[in-house]
């Protein structure tokens, strides 16, 4: 549903990556993320991102959360690594 999006606009503000909510190919994807490192090695940190995507073109909306509204749903954020 959200694989061939094309770029998607974000800010960043320090370790934090902001999603401002936009509509692409009748998606909205919106959502935040944050760089972190759970040892104290440089090259292992890690990207937490918090996101949701909508599907507004079908019946009922589909909606994909990745842990945007995780105390709602109990959806789990995208991790992302280098590895």
């Known amino acids: 549903m959200y694989n ?3 770029s ?3 800010n960043i503000v320090k370790d934090t990556i902001y999603i401002p909510n936009q509509q692409m190919q009748g998606k909205v994807i919106f959502g935040k993320g944050y760089i ?3 040892t104290l090695q440089a090259p292992y940190t ?3 991102m918090r996101y949701q995507v909508i599907d507004t073109a ?3 909306q589909l909606v994909d959360d990745f ?3 995780s105390e709602r749903n109990n959806s789990k954020p995208s991790i992302w690594t280098k590895h």
Do not use: E
Request: with cysteine; hydrophobic share 30%.
């Open 58 to 60: 079908s019946m009922p």
């Open 4 to 6: 061939y999006f094309g």
């Open 67 to 69: 842990g945007y509204y």
């Open 36 to 38: 972190y490192s759970d």
């Open 46 to 48: 890690k990207i937490c």
């Open 8 to 10: 998607v606009r974000a």
